[in-house]
Nanobody
Framework: EVQLVESGGALVQAGGSLRLSCSYS????????IGWFRQAPGKGRQGVAC????????YYGDSVKGRFTISSDNAENTVYLQMNSLKPEDTAVYYC?????????????????????WGQGTQVTVSS
């Protein structure tokens, strides 16, 4: 059974930092990607960052480039999202998700419906 579990969400002041973790298990796909998405109240699910297993390539949403960094520890089956210079508009529930890559990926990494499995989410609140 595929499982993804997020942790690390918290209340933080603007300008602060947080590191989210996504621990995954229960699969052995040849190639896959782990993405971070977020959803604020009343808004759609937005792609934040993604990392692909086969080549380690990373992708970022425009609103987080230069502030967030995605990384992976393959030995620990964990993907991290380091978030620096946090802003109130970063407030959202953050989800990690798994995409069993079977075709072109780079241009569609940010589309939530392309992902096959999701974690339960972790709340990040940035106060001004």
């Amino acid at each position: 059974e595929v499982q993804l579990v997020e942790s690390g969400g918290a209340l933080v002041q603007a300008g602060g930092s947080l590191r989210l973790s996504c621990s995954y298990s229960g699969f052995s796909f040849e190639d896959y990607a782990i993405g971070w998405f977020r959803q604020a109240p009343g808004k759609g699910r937005q792609g934040v960052a993604c990392i692909r297993k086969s080549d380690g390539r990373t992708y970022y949403g425009d609103s987080v480039k230069g502030r967030f960094t995605i990384s992976s520890d393959n030995a620990e089956n964990t993907v991290y999202l380091q978030m620096n210079s946090l802003k109130p508009e970063d407030t959202a529930v953050y989800y990690c998700a798994l995409d069993k890559i079977s075709g072109p990926f780079g241009r569609t990494w940010h589309l939530f419906f392309g992902y096959d499995y999701w974690g339960q989410g972790t709340q990040v609140t940035v106060s001004s």
